[in-house]
């Protein structure tokens, strides 16, 4: 069982960045291909990016492209989320997941697992 601790979050004014961190502790996360997503008070779970198990794919929600980039480091057990250019709209508890299912780019949060607690990102306009 992986258990995945999310951290970064905060306040920060439009424009401007954060970098999201995710361990994982437990079992090695390196042969799964993992996710971000966020969830807004009153609002379904939203797809904002996923990443291959080795790194070299990415992609992401339409509302994010351009802005947000996925990255991981296998050797230590972690994934991050670069966030720039923050809007108002991007405030959300942030959760990152192992994806458990057939393509690396699946939006649908039924495919992963092994949820993390989640962390705040809240965008002041």
């Known amino acids: 069982q992986v258990q995945l601790v999310a951290s970064g979050g905060g306040l920060v004014q439009a424009g401007g960045s954060l970098r999201l961190s995710c361990t994982a502790s437990?079992?090695?996360?390196?042969?799964?291909?993992m996710g971000w997503f966020r969830q807004a008070p009153g609002k379904e779970r939203e797809f904002v990016a996923a990443?291959?198990?080795?790194?070299?794919?990415?992609c992401y929600g339409d509302s994010v492209q351009g802005r947000f980039t996925i990255s991981r480091d296998n050797a230590k057990n972690t994934v991050y989320l670069q966030m720039n250019s923050l809007k108002p709209e991007d405030t959300a508890v942030y959760h990152c997941?192992?994806?458990?299912?057939?393509?690396?780019?699946?939006?649908?949060?039924?495919?992963?697992?092994?949820w993390g607690q989640g962390t705040q990102v809240t965008v002041s306009s």
């Open positions: 997941a192992v994806n458990y299912g057939q393509s690396y780019c699946d939006h649908d949060p039924a495919a992963f697992g092994s």
């Open positions: 437990g079992r090695t996360f390196s042969s799964n291909a």
């Open positions: 990443i291959s198990w080795s790194g070299t794919m990415a």
